[in-house]
């Protein structure tokens, strides 16, 4: 079929085989014939990637996955499994800063200018 996605049509070669090359016109049957196909409606959409779960270190970004309808844009059920695109993917924002400075965070005298 020509469509893998509803009506399409079937197309074929027909020729006379007579030994004298002699076919009756009427009796010749269509070259086409119209079919359908719905085994590749249903295709794999994707969302964008969330923000990493974490602002440093390890963390995870998720998306949404959906199997949907190519023409109506419908939910369905009919998607291949083994095609299925990752809902979730590792992210890393660099290290972790594990040592803090209470000094510089506590300290009133941080933003202060001395002025001699």
Same mark, same amino acid.
């Given at each position: 079929?020509?469509?893998?996605?509803?009506?399409?049509?079937?197309?074929? *070669?027909?020729?006379? *085989?007579? @030994?004298?090359?002699?076919?009756?016109?009427?009796?010749? @049957?269509?070259?086409?014939?119209?079919?359908?196909?719905?085994? %590749?409606?249903?295709?794999?959409? &994707? +969302?964008?990637?969330?923000?990493?779960?974490?602002?440093?270190? %390890? +963390? /995870?970004? =998720?998306?949404?996955?959906?199997?949907?309808? %190519?023409? &109506?844009? =419908?939910?369905?059920?009919?998607?291949?499994?083994?095609?299925? #695109?990752? &809902?979730?993917? #590792?992210?890393?924002? +660099? &290290?972790? !800063?594990?040592?803090? !400075?209470?000094? *510089?965070?506590?300290? #009133?005298? /941080? +933003?202060?200018?001395? /002025?001699?």
């Amino acid at each position: 079929c020509s469509s893998d996605c509803g009506r399409g049509v079937h197309s074929r *070669t027909v020729a006379c *085989t007579n @030994p004298q090359r002699v076919c009756d016109p009427q009796s010749q @049957p269509p070259h086409e014939e119209p079919c359908e196909d719905h085994s %590749k409606c249903y295709e794999w959409k &994707t +969302g964008d990637w969330s923000k990493c779960s974490s602002s440093c270190g %390890k +963390g /995870l970004q =998720s998306r949404v996955v959906q199997c949907m309808h %190519k023409v &109506t844009g =419908s939910h369905g059920n009919d998607c291949p499994v083994t095609s299925r #695109p990752p &809902t979730y993917r #590792p992210c890393h924002h +660099g &290290t972790c !800063n594990e040592k803090i !400075n209470v000094n *510089t965070i506590t300290s #009133p005298r /941080l +933003g202060e200018t001395q /002025l001699f």
